[in-house]
């Protein structure tokens, strides 16, 4: 059964959808979407880009105990982290809504994201091309999970230090996992990186419907696996 919407079709998860009353109509559906990365690379300043409400955030000053492990040193103007998590939501229509959640950047945090990550449709790991490292940590993670994620490159001042795909390469991710450039001040930038988003989840859900394995990830090799292996 093809379905109209990534939201549906993980929703159903493979059920008939259910007949809608002419006299009640059905709820919109939930849908939880995550925004990750490394230390300053936007997740809060996307979540509040994109988000219709005023966004839930977590922010707190950064303190000299934390000068050695959360440098700012390419973004001098960063004075606060998230210590917990960003909330924003997006109504796409009468039927749908998206609820953003943003996690902590630093591997601290870390337990906290198999909670966030709980019933999500998928991840925009966002990327400061100027320190792909810091990134590595999102990308292992959603690709050991299992839940369909696209890259987002932020570009800082619009300047590109790498393309796009010496920044795949980096990153060890194949040629399935989209990858889009995006300023995260941007709404309508913002919008369409999490469009693509969406598209990958509904591909992922359509492909689990049809009959046969489901496509696995195609190989890679980069940075990443050297620093994995070592």
């Not at 159903?12 to 690379?41: N, Y």
């Not at 990550?117 to 993670?141: E, H, K, Q």
């Not at 991710?173 to 995260?184: F, R, S, T």
Request: charge should be negative; hydrophobic fraction near 45%; charged fraction near 20%.
């Amino acid at each position: 059964m093809a379905y109209d919407s990534a939201a549906e079709a993980v929703a159903q998860d493979g059920e008939a959808p259910q007949t809608v009353t002419a006299t009640r109509a059905r709820p919109p559906i939930p849908v939880k979407i995550l925004v990750a990365g490394g230390f300053g690379v936007g997740k809060t300043t996307t979540v509040g880009t994109i988000s219709e409400i005023a966004p839930l955030t977590t922010e707190a000053e950064m303190t000299s105990v934390a000068a050695g492990v959360d440098s700012n040193v390419l973004v001098p103007t960063k004075t606060t982290t998230t210590v917990a998590m960003d909330f924003g939501r997006i109504t796409i229509d009468e039927r749908i809504k998206l609820y953003i959640f943003g996690t902590p950047g630093q591997d601290r945090f870390g337990f906290m994201w198999k909670d966030l990550a709980n019933g999500a449709l998928g991840a925009l790991v966002l990327v400061d091309d100027r320190r792909l490292d810091d990134c590595y940590a999102a990308v292992d993670y959603f690709e050991k999970a299992g839940l369909p994620f696209v890259v987002g490159v932020n570009r800082f001042d619009g300047r590109a230090q790498h393309d796009l795909e010496t920044i795949r390469w980096a990153l060890a991710i194949g040629p399935q996992v989209p990858i889009v450039e995006l300023d995260a001040r941007s709404f309508l930038s913002v919008r369409d990186a999490v469009l693509v988003m969406l598209e990958e989840a509904l591909a992922r859900a359509r492909a689990r419907q049809a009959p046969g394995p489901a496509p696995g990830p195609a190989p890679a090799s980069g940075p990443r696996d050297a620093i994995g292996s070592g």
